[in-house]
């Protein structure tokens, strides 16, 4: 029993992961696993009746009065107003337009696409399954190697949940009180080698056998170059211009995330409007999507900061820190390659906003007393959070891709014709998470690729 009663914490944990696989929802597992071990806790002596009073309150403050989480919801309605809108569908046909004479072109489309569209919506659900019914079936009509097919448009897919404005990178914010423009600031480079890097390997798969991926033909799209023009000012410009305005407004320092995700919104909507696609019905339909988008996140951040109290007010931080010295991991370097190792192993099981609602609690703050300043410069622990925050990001991006709970795969899943099956997704995606892998050890050696832009910005100092 008093085993019990010094590892409830880890029991605590053990129960959690068992309940998840039960099917139930996260937010009630995360909400009610807490609450349980809090009347264990009780019973065992360990946890005071009283602390009960401070789940409310603490839930209160840290998630629904808590104006940075403001920005959440605006930027979900933003990117469902462009999937419902058809801009999302022009851009796609403006790239492919713009990229036909490459080995690869449409694919390349495709991820250049996903990357536009993600730093407009940051939702990942509604890009991979929006790129899948947009491109596959030009893809498949092409030719295309179905693996590369699928794989290019998960990867592609996933990338709104680094490139900003990314709804994790807001929650990570504010649960390490880290500036959330400069987390924005930093994990724009980090974005952008990905979706280089996709797209390089696109281009050798392509080069090196063009039967997977065949050119389009050059009767595709305008013919003459005022033709070409106008579709590009109509497609590409209007969301790149959005893109500007959201970004731009952060990093100049003339908005608050939150005043700019609002600036997304009628960008959103305007852009829906001169497409003549703007009326009550369409507007309902986002409306509805974007609140059950919205409450299914809140729902999970109310359970997982239950969960978080109570897993520390058990002595979870002090049982890690035994667990790390007991297996011989007491450096700054082996804590922290252990978690994102272990962060990388979780991604196969269970989904970001668990991992990250539950275990980043746990070890920034362990972290955050080691001393890194030799490898990533002056600044202090803010300037480690960032780092580390980037990191932890582009290592959950994979939890998207990996099987067999990767989330990802499920929307694929669910869209793809019956011509292709789970083998051909689980397949497609392996090239594209060793590239998420490899930018993640790029940023680990150079932590400049995520420090410059925040420091150059004024936003780590």
């Known amino acids: 029993m008093s085993w019990i009663t010094h590892h409830i914490a880890l029991v605590l944990f053990a129960v959690l992961a068992i309940a998840l696989f039960c099917g139930f929802p996260v937010a009630f597992v995360l909400g009610g696993v807490a609450i349980m071990f809090g009347g264990i806790g009780i019973l065992l002596g360990v946890f005071e009746p009283v602390q009960f009073f401070n789940l409310l309150p603490r839930v209160w403050g840290a998630a629904a009065s808590n ?14 107003m462009l999937e419902r809108s058809g801009v999302a569908n022009d851009l796609l046909h403006c790239l492919q337009v713009l990229t036909r004479r490459i080995p690869g072109g449409l694919a390349m489309s495709v991820t ?5 569209m993600a730093a407009t919506t940051g939702i990942v659900g509604a890009s991979v399954v929006m790129l899948t019914m947009i491109a596959l079936p030009s893809m498949l009509q092409r030719g295309y190697d179905k693996k590369l097919a699928v794989g290019t448009i998960a990867s592609a897919g996933t990338l709104g949940i680094l490139i900003p404005p990314s709804i994790m990178l807001v929650i990570m914010g504010d649960l390490l009180s880290i500036s959330v423009g400069a ?4 994990a724009v480079f980090p974005g952008l080698i990905l979706a280089g890097l996709y797209v390089a390997y696109i281009g050798i798969a392509s080069f090196m056998n063009p039967d997977r991926a065949p050119a389009l033909p050059s009767d595709i799209g305008p013919k003459t170059s005022a033709e070409m023009f106008a579709l590009i000012g109509k497609s590409f410009f209007p969301p790149v211009l959005l893109i500007t305005l959201v970004l731009g407004s952060i990093f100049g320092g003339w908005a608050t995330p939150t005043e700019a995700a609002g600036v997304g919104c009628i960008g959103a909507m305007f852009l829906a409007w001169i497409n003549k696609r703007l009326d009550m019905q369409t507007l309902k339909e986002v409306i509805e999507r974007a609140g059950l988008t919205n409450g299914m996140v809140f729902f999970i951040f109310f359970g997982a900061t239950l969960f978080s109290y109570v897993f520390r007010s058990l002595g979870g931080d002090d049982l890690i820190v035994e667990l790390l010295a007991t297996i011989g991991i007491d450096t700054g370097w082996e804590i922290l390659t252990f978690m994102l190792v272990l962060t990388f192993v979780l991604g196969f099981f269970f989904d970001w906003i668990e991992i990250t609602l539950i275990v980043l609690p746990v070890f920034a703050p362990i972290l955050q007393g080691v001393d890194f300043g030799p490898h990533i410069g002056e600044g202090g622990p803010i300037v480690f959070l960032t780092w580390f925050v980037v990191m932890m990001s582009v290592n959950l991006q994979t939890s998207f891709l990996t099987p067999p709970f990767g989330f990802t795969l499920f929307y694929m899943k669910g869209t793809v014709p019956p011509s292709i099956n789970m083998a051909h997704i689980y397949r497609g995606i392996i090239p594209f998470v060793a590239l998420q ?7 680990l050696m150079f932590p400049q690729i995520a420090l410059w832009l925040p420091r150059w910005s004024g936003f780590l100092y």
């Open 437 to 443: 892998l490899i930018g993640l050890s790029l940023i």
């Open 67 to 80: 104006p940075i989480l403001v920005a959440v919801p605006m930027f979900i309605f933003m990117g469902t």
């Open 183 to 186: 987390l924005f600031a930093a």
């Open 112 to 116: 250049l696409m996903g990357t536009i």
